[in-house]
């Protein structure tokens, strides 16, 4: 093997990546990153908790994330800077959890990936300014953990601690992001593109949407959204810019395609960054976590000139362009976070009561590039039209742009935001079971969630905490799960694989 990495959903033949990454990441680079990993788990076992190190250790692991950093230097240059703290070296290899006992190895990997996961968030928290010491202390304790000889009974507890932490993370980055930019609220968004100079940005990352917003004030350049970064159109400190114009294109996996020749400056905030094509490679922008080799990456003092200057050198397109959605609709809409949806509870409490909900679905998780994720479009299509569905991450980009109507003007479809909204999901859940009187479990809600990197582990994780059962995942189970360890989620949570949209809707509805 040149490499080993299984931690995203499209790993290769389903086992783990083991001469390149399906990513498109060389074996280089991954075992750049498996290096890192190491130091991390290190600086973590050897050196005492600081608010430097807690930095490192989180904007370390957001850069391990599938589909965030292919640039060797960069990688190369944060290891020796972990390398450099180090008090008294005490080397610790990962590889050496990839080849223990594949029960031990699968609870070490949901630790892990899901301590990635939450390392995103809390990132996006921190650069807010918004930080918790029981969540930062966890990172030290879950590297801590990964690195001893434990048995399974050990790990176990393990594990669902890291979906707890990754609950108490989530409800600060909510936090943070509605204490900044005031809380979504239901914003309808055009796919059309006006003519003229435009930047498209990608990610996540709310605060650099916001400096560039501020530094284009003016300037004649149109701001698009991409991808996870739609539902930043529903903040109120975000939203009040007239330049901020609509949404372009799709999800994530779709860039390579979408990005071809566009006339306009694209800048990636964080992951999911893929390949970088040359037919757009010279107007592609990085900043944060996300680098790939020969870009321009924006460091942290983020003057984003250089991605204006290229905007206003390409002109944009010489006239409106008419662009849809995956399924041909031109109007998306977002913004129903859990303040937005439990404005309305009584509403939808009093709908379900009447019989005019007769079940929620939750759609909704990471999207990805291989094939077979049409399931959720179809099963979308296929729910009775007394049914709602909640969604968020970008798997929604498989069917927000349909018309499903509304129930007592109530919309079917109601997107929460981002992968990192999460929180108003559960949120949501635990209010309605609340009014309900009954526990989550026996409300009439279903989840059927996509997975493909680290940041759906931690969530997942988060959702067994909670102990809720049922949960249809896909398309694909993990590869990093044992038999054993499924065995265990089957029987304790009555987690289930996709299998068609017809056979699910049925066994959900009875």
Not at 268 to 284: E, G
Not at 475 to 500: E, G, Q, R
């Amino acid at each position: 093997m040149s490499m080993f990495c299984f931690q995203c959903e499209q790993t290769a033949r389903g086992q783990g990546c083991t001469q390149m990454g399906v990513c498109g990441k060389k074996a280089d680079t991954a075992n750049l990153q498996d290096e890192l990993t190491s130091k991390l788990i290190e600086l973590a076992n050897v050196n005492e908790p600081s608010e430097y190190n807690t930095k490192l250790i989180i904007d370390g692991l957001f850069t391990t994330i599938t589909n965030v950093n292919f640039d060797d230097e960069s990688i190369k240059k944060l290891t020796d800077e972990i390398s450099g703290l180090i008090k008294q070296p005490s080397p610790f290899d990962i590889n050496s959890v990839w080849g223990c006992d594949e029960d031990i190895r699968s609870l070490k990997s949901l630790i892990l990936f899901g301590l990635k996961g939450i390392a995103a968030y809390a990132h996006h928290a921190w650069v807010l300014g918004y930080k918790d010491a029981e969540v930062n202390n966890f990172f030290y304790e879950a590297l801590q953990t990964i690195s001893k000889d434990l048995s399974i009974a050990e790990l176990l507890p393990a594990v669902l601690k890291t979906g707890e932490i990754n609950l108490k993370c989530m409800e600060l980055l909510d936090k943070a992001n509605t204490e900044s930019y005031g809380n979504p609220t239901p914003t309808q968004v055009t796919t059309n593109i006006e003519k003229g100079p435009f930047i498209i940005v990608t990610g996540h990352d709310l605060k650099d949407l916001g400096t560039l917003l501020e530094q284009t004030k003016d300037k004649g350049i149109n701001i698009y959204t991409h991808g996870e970064m739609l539902p930043c159109h529903a903040y109120p400190e975000l939203k009040k810019y007239p330049h901020l114009k609509g949404n372009f294109g799709t999800a994530w996996q779709n860039q390579q395609k979408e990005f071809d020749n566009v006339p306009a400056a694209i800048l990636f905030t964080t992951n999911c960054i893929m390949p970088v094509k040359d037919s757009y490679k010279d107007r592609v922008f990085t900043t944060s976590v996300v680098e790939y080799p020969e870009l321009v990456h924006i460091d942290e003092n983020k003057d984003f000139t250089p991605v204006i200057e290229k905007a206003l050198e390409l002109g944009g397109y010489n006239e409106e362009q008419k662009m849809t959605g995956i399924n041909g609709g031109d109007v998306l809409t977002t913004g129903f976070g859990h303040n937005a949806v439990l404005s309305v509870a009584d509403k939808v409490v009093g709908a379900v009561k009447e019989g005019k909900i007769k079940h929620i679905f939750l759609v909704g998780g990471c999207d990805g590039a291989k094939p077979g994720r049409n399931y959720y479009t179809d099963f979308v299509k296929q729910t009775p039209n007394d049914t709602l569905i909640l969604t968020l991450a970008c798997g929604k980009f498989r069917f927000n742009d349909l018309d499903l109507g509304t129930i007592d003007g109530i919309p079917r479809i109601l997107d929460m935001g981002q992968c990192n909204d999460a929180y108003s999901a559960i949120k949501v859940a635990v209010a309605l079971a609340e009014v309900f009187k009954c526990s989550v479990n026996d409300l009439p809600l279903s989840m059927v969630l996509s997975w493909y990197e680290q940041k759906a582990v931690c969530i997942l994780l988060t959702l067994l905490y909670l102990g809720i059962e049922n949960i249809r995942l896909g398309p694909t189970l993990p590869a990093f799960v044992s038999p054993n360890v499924l065995n265990v989620l089957v029987d304790k949570y009555k987690i289930k694989p996709i299998t068609t949209p017809e056979e699910d809707l049925k066994a959900i509805l009875g």
